[in-house]
C-alpha cells in the first residue's frame, strides 16, 4: 500500500522545506522497514531523497545528525575507538531443558519470597542470531553506537549503525528521556541476506556463510560507505542509562514505549506467569521457527516487574532475573575424509574431523572436534566413517556419533602422532589428563602464536591492532618468538608487512607502549597459564601482592589463595618451575618494558576456631545469608572453598543443596546445617 506524500506548507523557506523532507522520508522508512507497510513509491522517495540532498548541500549548516543523508556513512576509518559502556552489558545464563526453566522459575519465586499460588510476572522474547549493540539518544537524537565487546567496553560503530534504515535518528513522541542507552540486536533478515549473496554471485565475490556472519561483518566495516549497501536490521530489547523520564515499570511497558518512540520492537513477545507459561511460549516460538524471516536460537525470560529485578540482582556476569532458553543443538549427517591433530595455546593436541563440507546449524562446516584421544576411541570414529555433526550457535561444531552400519570396510582408526606436527616435539599425556601436550612450549610456532594473541588480547594487555595476522607473520618471519620480542618491535618492521601501512605501524607502536603500564592481576592473565582465568589471576594479585611471591610460592601456599584448587596450585606452580617462562618474565620486567604498581599482600586469616579448616558453603541456609556465612567462617581462620574435596573438612548445607551434598557425602565428609555452623563456630567441633 502506497500513498502520495502530503504537501508542505506554501513559500516555505529552506529551513522550512528540509525539516518537511526529513520527517517524510523518516516517515516513509519507519513505514517500509519497521512496519513493512511501504507509503511511498521508490521513485517518489528517491525523488524527495535527491531534493534534500540539494537543499543540504546549498546550505550546510541546515545539515542535522538525524538527517537521512547522513545514512550513507562517512569517510572510512582507521579503526574503531573504544567505548565504555556507563552500564554492563552483560551476557545471559542459558537453559536447555525444560527442568532448566522449572529450576530458574523457583530460583526466582524463593528469592522474591512470592507465596504459593502466587506466579512470578515474565516478560518473554525471542533470541536474535545477530549482534548485541547500545545505542546512545541524547534529547532524543542518535549520537552513538557501540558493539558488546568485553560487556565493559565496546567498539564505536556509531557511523555504520548510522546506516541502518529501520533505525531512527531522532525519537518521536512527548516523553523523549534527556539520555538513552537503548540496547538491542543487529541482524540481516533471510530475504534480505539471500538478496545480497545473489548480488555477491552476480559480481563475482565472495558469499556470505549465514545471517549472523554477515551482519556482524558489515556492521564491522571500517567504510560505512559499504555498511550502507547492506541491508542490516535492529530490534530493541534492552536498557542501559536513562535520564529525564521515570523508568517504566515493567520490561513490557518499556518496550511499547520504545515502539512509541518509533524504536523497532520485535511483535513475537508475550507476558506469561509462572514456569509452565514460559515453557507454553517456548513451544509455540518453537513450532513457527522455521517460518519466522530471521533466525535466533532460543528465546529470552526476564522478571517482568523492575522492583523485582532490582531486587533479584547479578551473579557475577550475568543477571539473575533472565535467563536464555536455547534450542536443542542442530545436527546433520556427513563423512570424516581425514582426522588430523591440532596444537592449542597450551600445548594440547586435539584431534579434529576434516569432513565433506555439511550446512547445519546456520553454517557450513567443514571441521569438528573430536576433543581428545579418549573420545575418539570411546565413540569409535573413524577415517572414511558416515557420522552425525552437531552445531548449536557459535558453538564449535562436534562429531556426535558414527553409523556404524554405514561403515566401509576399509575405515582406517585415527592414530595419535607421538611428535608435534608443527615443531616435532614429542607429545606427552600424563597419567592423570585426559588432554595429550606438545612439550615444545613457546618453541613451537603453533603455541607461539596462541600464546602471543592471548598476550594481547583485550582483558591481558590489550594490545590494538596486533591481531591474528599480523601475528602470524611477526611468527613466520621469526620477528617475534617471545611475547617480549614485541616491545622491541620498531616503526620500519611493522610498515613492511602485509596489510600494515604506516599509520596503522605506528598505531600498533603506540598501543605497544600503552600497553607497557598494565596491573599485576593482567600480567597474570596475559601468561596464559593453564587454569588461569581472570578471576584467579585478580586473586592471586590480591593475596600475594607482587609477582615474585607468586612464582617462589610452594602449592601449599597457593592453596591459600580464594578458590585456588590442587589442580589450579599445581599448573601454577609447574609454569613458573619452567626456566625458560622465568627468562621471558624478566624480559618483560626488563627497564622500559611491562610495569605495574604493586600492592601490599592480603593481611594473613586471623587465627581463630578454624584456623587451617577448610569449608563449603552450598545451599540456601534458613536465616544467614551466603556472604554473611562466608564473613563468619573466614573470621574464624577457616579458608571457604567452592568446591569440595577429600581436604574439605566441612560442608555447610542449607535447602536446595546439590551436587557439593552429594559429593560430601560420597567422601564422608562431614555435614552440618546452620545450628551446627553456629556451634562450630562457637568452637565445638565434630
Known amino acids: 500500500m502506497v500513498r502520495s506524500p502530503a504537501r508542505p506548507p506554501e513559500e516555505s523557506t529552506a529551513a522550512q522545506r528540509a525539516a518537511w523532507l526529513r520527517a517524510e522520508l523518516e516517515r516513509a522508512n519507519h513505514a517500509y522497514y519497521v512496519l513493512d507497510q511501504p507509503e511511498l513509491p521508490d521513485a517518489e522517495y528517491d525523488k524527495l531523497f535527491r531534493e534534500l540532498q540539494g537543499i543540504e548541500a546549498e546550505n550546510p549548516e541546515l545539515v542535522s545528525p538525524d538527517s537521512p543523508t547522513q545514512r550513507v556513512g562517512g569517510e572510512a576509518a582507521g579503526g574503531f575507538e573504544p567505548v565504555l559502556h556507563d552500564v554492563p552489558m552483560l551476557s545471559l545464563n542459558n537453559g536447555f531443558a525444560d527442568e532448566d526453566i522449572v529450576a530458574f522459575d523457583k530460583r526466582v519465586a524463593d528469592a522474591l519470597d512470592k507465596p504459593e499460588g502466587d506466579p512470578v510476572e515474565y516478560a518473554c522474547e525471542l533470541k536474535f542470531d545477530g549482534l548485541a549493540i547500545s545505542l546512545r539518544y541524547v534529547d532524543g537524537v542518535f549520537v552513538q553506537a557501540s558493539t558488546r565487546g568485553d560487556g565493559t567496553t565496546g567498539e564505536n560503530v556509531t557511523e555504520n549503525v548510522r546506516t541502518i534504515r529501520s533505525l531512527p535518528l531522532r525519537l518521536k513522541g512527548e516523553h523523549v528521556p534527556k539520555v538513552l542507552d537503548v540496547r538491542g540486536e543487529v541482524l540481516m533478515f533471510r530475504r534480505d541476506f539471500d538478496r545480497m549473496n545473489e548480488r555477491q554471485r552476480e559480481a563475482g565475490h565472495k558469499e556470505f556463510a549465514n545471517p549472523r556472519n554477515a551482519a556482524a561483518g558489515s556492521l564491522r566495516q571500517l567504510d560505512p560507505k559499504i555498511t550502507a549497501q547492506r541491508p542490516l536490521s535492529f530490534f530493541a530489547y534492552g536498557i542501559g542509562v536513562l535520564e529525564g523520564e521515570p523508568m517504566p515499570a515493567t520490561h513490557s511497558e518499556l518496550l511499547d514505549w520504545y515502539a512509541q518512540m518509533g524504536l523497532p520492537v520485535n511483535s513475537e513477545r508475550a507476558v506469561v506467569k509462572g514456569a509452565q507459561g514460559l515453557l507454553d511460549f517456548f513451544r509455540a516460538v518453537g513450532e513457527k521457527r522455521d517460518a519466522l524471516p530471521y533466525d535466533i536460537d532460543g528465546v529470552v525470560y526476564k522478571v517482568n516487574r523492575r522492583t523485582e529485578q532490582d531486587a533479584l540482582g547479578f551473579v557475577s556476569r550475568a543477571p539473575r532475573f533472565a535467563l536464555a532458553h536455547k534450542f536443542p543443538a542442530q545436527e546433520a549427517l556427513t563423512k570424516v575424509v581425514a582426522i588430523d591433530v591440532q596444537v592449542g595455546r597450551t ?51 562436534e562429531v556426535v556419533s558414527a553409523l556404524l552400519e554405514r561403515r566401509p570396510v576399509d575405515a582406517r582408526e585415527f592414530v595419535m602422532p607421538t611428535e608435534c606436527p608443527v615443531c616435532g616435539s614429542s607429545i606427552e599425556r600424563l597419567p592423570d589428563e585426559a588432554i595429550a601436550r606438545c612439550t615444545g612450549g613457546l618453541f613451537c610456532p603453533a603455541q607461539r602464536k596462541q600464546a602471543l594473541w592471548h598476550f594481547a588480547q583485550r582483558r591481558a594487555l590489550d594490545i590494538d591492532g596486533l591481531g591474528e595476522k599480523i601475528i602470524d607473520q611477526l611468527v613466520d618471519q621469526n620477528l617475534v618468538r617471545t611475547p617480549a620480542d614485541l616491545f622491541n618491535l620498531g616503526f620500519s618492521t611493522l610498515a613492511e608487512l602485509d596489510r600494515m601501512a604506516d599509520k596503522s605501524a605506528q598505531n600498533l607502536l603506540d598501543s605497544l607502549e600503552k600497553a607497557k603500564s598494565t596491573t599485576l592481576a593482567r600480567f597474570i592473565y596475559a601468561l596464559g597459564i593453564r587454569h588461569v582465568g581472570e578471576s584467579t589471576a585478580k586473586d592471586l594479585a590480591k593475596h600475594f601482592g607482587s609477582l615474585d611471591p607468586i612464582m617462589d610460592a610452594s602449592i601449599e601456599q597457593l592453596l591459600e589463595v580464594n578458590d585456588v584448587g590442587p589442580i589450579v596450585a599445581e599448573s601454577i606452580h609447574q609454569f613458573f618451575a619452567e626456566e625458560h617462562n622465568r627468562t621471558v618474565i624478566e624480559q618483560l620486567r626488563a627497564p622500559g618494558k611491562v610495569r605495574w604498581a604493586d600492592g601490599p599482600p592480603a593481611p594473613k586469616a586471623p587465627v581463630g576456631v578454624l584456623a587451617g579448616k577448610t569449608v563449603v558453603l552450598t545451599g540456601t541456609l534458613p536465616t544467614l545469608k551466603r556472604e554473611e556465612a562466608k564473613e563468619m567462617l573466614e573470621a574464624a581462620g577457616a579458608k571457604v572453598a567452592g568446591s569440595v574435596s577429600k581436604k574439605t573438612d566441612y560442608v555447610v548445607a542449607g535447602a536446595d543443596a546439590g551436587s557439593k551434598l552429594a559429593k560430601a557425602e560420597e567422601l564422608g565428609v562431614p555435614v552440618l546445617d546452620e545450628e551446627g555452623l553456629q556451634k562450630l563456630l562457637e568452637g565445638h567441633t565434630t
Open 347 to 397: 600445548g594440547a593436541i586435539t584431534p579434529v574431523a576434516r569432513l565433506e563440507p555439511v550446512f547445519v546449524g546456520g553454517a557450513t562446516v567443514t571441521n569438528a572436534t573430536l576433543h581428545n584421544e579418549d573420545e575418539v576411541r570411546r565413540k569409535d570414529i573413524r577415517i572414511g566413517d558416515t557420522v552425525v555433526v552437531r552445531r548449536a550457535g557459535d558453538v564449535i561444531p
